[in-house]
């Protein structure tokens, strides 16, 4: 029996009141025999992976605008298809090409240990006069994108927002653009897999902006989003949007925009703290104090330039790996992250109370 036909079983069972028991042998067989490190897919940023047991069910990935969460969920994404995992994003900020082009800078970085600023691959990738060493990092991470690009789909926002699930009212009123669902489906059946890893970018634009009861059409969708994981199997990393407030407040879980659904929905709930939000974190009430509101500032004005910045990676829920914080250090101008430490901010984190043991 296949893994779709297993759960379509499963599916079947759930329709009548079926005692415990008749699932045992099916949870038995499911169990892992030791030879599997994480939990979930393995996206290569070993840091990452460590902190949540991999990309597992429904992760929400919060953050400040600006603070790099499409960045750390497209590198995620690449690392899983890098690793033979199908993956569907949807786009509904950025166009396709605009993903294409933060993922070259990814790959570029990963494969070649070059650093590109994105206009010098929109603006410049075809100049006869770009530099000879940036025309091959372009060229080789084109090519590489090209091989591992045969798993990568990308829906943006041109036909708009899709549906989570298969409509199920008039078909004359069905959408021409396939739900989620159907995608995941088909991307399963292309590639004969099991899993298919899904990113939404972000959480609150897939919820229906037509529906006038917005904490009930939050509620829907995130109700959605966690029946289409357990149908089909996929991981899916959406990222969210934090509100103004979260500018001056370190109460993570009320920070992300909308309705709590996108709390208590997800198995894993992940937080990326920019510089400011690291030194308000440490629960100071008054504030940042005059010279802390420079250290930010300088930090901001480095960043411009090019200079990598500290963040924190938070786990501010856990259904299988508790709360935790990692260091990770954000390169900003070139889109990419890496684990542990920046050398040039290291006495900064210390000062946010992140000291090595």
Same mark, same amino acid.
């Given at each position: 029996?296949?893994?779709?036909?297993?759960?379509?079983?499963?599916?079947?069972?759930?329709?009548?009141?079926?005692?415990?028991?008749?699932?045992?042998?099916?949870?038995?067989?499911?169990?892992?025999?030791?030879?599997?490190?994480?939990?979930?897919?393995?996206?290569?940023?070993?840091?990452?992976?460590?902190?949540?047991?991999?990309?597992?069910?429904?992760?929400?990935?919060?953050?400040?605008?600006?603070?790099?969460?499409?960045?750390?969920?497209?590198?995620?994404?690449?690392?899983?298809?890098?690793?033979?995992?199908?993956?569907?994003?949807?786009?509904?900020?950025?166009?396709?090409?605009?993903?294409?082009?933060?993922?070259?800078?990814?790959?570029?970085?990963?494969?070649?240990?070059?650093?590109?600023?994105?206009? !010098?691959?929109?603006?410049?990738?075809?100049?006869?006069?770009?530099?000879?060493?940036?025309?091959?990092?372009?060229?080789? !991470?084109?090519?590489?994108?090209?091989?591992?690009?045969?798993?990568?789909?990308?829906?943006?926002?041109?036909?708009?927002?899709?549906?989570?699930?298969?409509?199920?009212?008039?078909?004359?009123?069905?959408?021409?653009?396939?739900?989620?669902?159907?995608?995941?489906?088909?991307?399963?059946?292309?590639?004969?897999?099991?899993?298919?890893?899904?990113?939404?970018?972000?959480?609150?634009?897939?919820?229906?902006?037509?529906?006038?009861?917005?904490?009930?059409?939050?509620?829907?969708?995130?109700?959605?989003?966690?029946?289409?994981?357990?149908?089909?199997?996929?991981?899916?990393?959406?990222?969210?949007?934090?509100?103004?407030?979260?500018?001056?407040?370190?109460?993570?879980?009320?920070?992300?925009?909308?309705?709590?659904?996108?709390?208590?929905?997800?198995?894993?709930?992940?937080?990326?703290?920019?510089?400011?939000?690291?030194?308000?974190?440490?629960?100071?009430?008054?504030?940042?104090?005059?010279?802390?509101?420079?250290?930010?500032?300088?930090?901001?004005?480095?960043?411009?330039?090019?200079?990598?910045?500290?963040?924190?990676?938070?786990?501010?829920?856990?259904?299988?790996?508790?709360?935790?914080?990692?260091?990770?250090?954000?390169?900003?101008?070139?889109?990419?992250?890496?684990?542990?430490?920046?050398?040039?901010?290291?006495?900064?984190?210390?000062?946010?109370?992140?000291?090595?043991?």
């Amino acid at each position: 029996m296949t893994p779709d036909e297993k759960r379509q079983l499963k599916l079947e069972k759930e329709l009548a009141l079926t005692p415990v028991s008749n699932f045992l042998e099916d949870y038995e067989a499911d169990l892992g025999d030791g030879t599997k490190k994480y939990r979930g897919l393995v996206s290569g940023f070993t840091e990452v992976d460590d902190l949540i047991s991999g990309l597992d069910r429904f992760i929400i990935l919060g953050g400040r605008s600006g603070a790099g969460k499409t960045t750390l969920a497209l590198q995620l994404a690449l690392g899983v298809a890098e690793k033979g995992t199908p993956v569907i994003i949807y786009s509904l900020e950025m166009c396709r090409a605009e993903i294409i082009t933060k993922l070259l800078q990814v790959i570029a970085h990963e494969q070649y240990r070059y650093d590109i600023y994105a206009n !010098s691959i929109d603006l410049r990738g075809n100049d006869p006069n770009l530099d000879k060493d940036t025309k091959e990092a372009i060229k080789s !991470s084109l090519a590489h994108l090209n091989e591992v690009g045969k798993l990568i789909y990308v829906r943006d926002s041109v036909n708009g927002v899709p549906d989570i699930l298969d409509y199920e009212g008039d078909r004359k009123k069905k959408q021409s653009l396939k739900s989620i669902y159907q995608d995941v489906t088909d991307a399963k059946a292309t590639h004969k897999v099991d899993r298919v890893l899904v990113l939404i970018d972000s959480v609150q634009d897939i919820v229906k902006a037509e529906n006038a009861q917005q904490t009930q059409a939050e509620v829907g969708a995130l109700a959605d989003l966690t029946i289409l994981q357990q149908r089909t199997g996929a991981t899916i990393l959406a990222t969210a949007q934090k509100n103004k407030a979260s500018t001056t407040s370190s109460d993570d879980y009320g920070d992300l925009m909308g309705s709590m659904s996108y709390i208590h929905k997800p198995n894993t709930v992940l937080m990326l703290n920019t510089p400011r939000e690291m030194l308000t974190g440490k629960g100071s009430k008054g504030g940042l104090t005059k010279e802390q509101q420079q250290e930010v500032r300088d930090i901001e004005n480095d960043a411009r330039k090019g200079i990598p910045s500290p963040t924190l990676l938070k786990v501010i829920k856990g259904r299988f790996t508790g709360a935790r914080a990692i260091p990770l250090t954000y390169h900003g101008a070139y889109s990419y992250f890496t684990g542990g430490k920046s050398d040039r901010y290291v006495d900064f984190y210390d000062e946010c109370g992140l000291i090595d043991d």
